[in-house]
């Protein structure tokens, strides 16, 4: 089955540090960019940021531009997160999605994960 | 950032009804918009990309339309199961921004 499962959310400090996993499955994983989507309670998407098939290039949302960094292990099918300098607006369900593109310039969400939610707050 | 204008923000409609959501880019974006369907307390599912084109699997009661600016996604016959929030989002450049949302009810 083709699909993507997130984990390590859960309840940190504001200024806190964590990280985010996605396991990808039943797909060839570094064939595709993969993101990572955030949505707050109650409020709307929000992209966090992308990395490239090879995980040479990487891309963020000034939101989080400095302060998240994301990766990726080709070996492992896997994805990470790695999220510092937590405050209470990062607070939202974390979805990872794949990216894809027939011939656009960026991506789109053509996979997405059940995600896994980072609650900031003391 | 290329700001996306849904609406409307939400709408009620019958079973069988035609349910039309446009939105709207800040700049030309060519035809690089896709719509989403989030059901309550699930991962958003791709359903149209560039502007027109269904996702496999995807019910053809579903379509959308537009390029440059202005887009249309269009639901011909509403089911209960469709029953969700719809999101655009635009790929024509960085950062990715998405709509603000419609949810669709039933009357």
């Known amino acids: 089955e083709v699909q993507v499962l997130e984990s390590g959310g859960g309840l940190i400090q504001p200024g806190g540090s964590l990280r985010l996993s996605c396991a990808a499955s039943?797909?060839?994983?570094?064939?595709?960019?993969m993101c990572w989507v955030r949505q707050a309670p109650g409020k709307g998407l929000e992209w966090v940021s992308t990395?490239?098939?090879?995980?040479?290039?990487?891309y963020y949302a000034d939101s989080v531009k400095g302060r998240f960094t994301v990766s990726r292990d080709n070996s492992k099918n896997m994805l990470y997160l790695q999220m510092s300098s937590l405050w209470a607006d990062d607070t939202a369900v974390y979805y990872c999605?794949?990216?894809?593109?027939?011939?656009?310039?960026?991506?789109?969400?053509?996979?997405w994960g059940r995600g896994t939610l980072v609650t900031v707050s003391s | 950032d290329i700001q996306l204008t849904q609406s409307p923000s939400s709408l009620s409609a019958s079973l069988g009804d035609r349910v039309t959501i446009t939105c709207q880019a800040s700049?030309?974006?060519?035809?690089?918009l896709n719509w989403y369907q989030q059901k309550p307390g699930k991962a958003p599912k791709l359903l149209i990309y560039?502007?027109?084109n269904l996702e496999r699997g995807v019910p053809s009661r579903f379509s959308g339309s537009g390029f440059g600016t202005d887009f249309t996604f269009t639901i011909s016959s509403l089911q209960p199961e469709d029953i969700a929030t719809y999101y655009c989002?635009?790929?024509?450049?960085?950062?990715?921004?998405f709509g603000g949302g419609t949810k669709v009810e039933i009357k």
């Open positions: 039943g797909f060839t994983f570094s064939n595709y960019a």
């Open positions: 999605a794949r990216g894809y593109s027939h011939y656009g310039p960026y991506w789109y969400f053509d996979l």
């Open positions: 990395i490239s098939r090879s995980g040479d290039d990487t």
């Open positions: 700049q030309d974006i060519n035809n690089y």
């Open positions: 989002q635009h790929y024509d450049n960085l950062p990715l921004t």
């Open positions: 560039d502007a027109s």
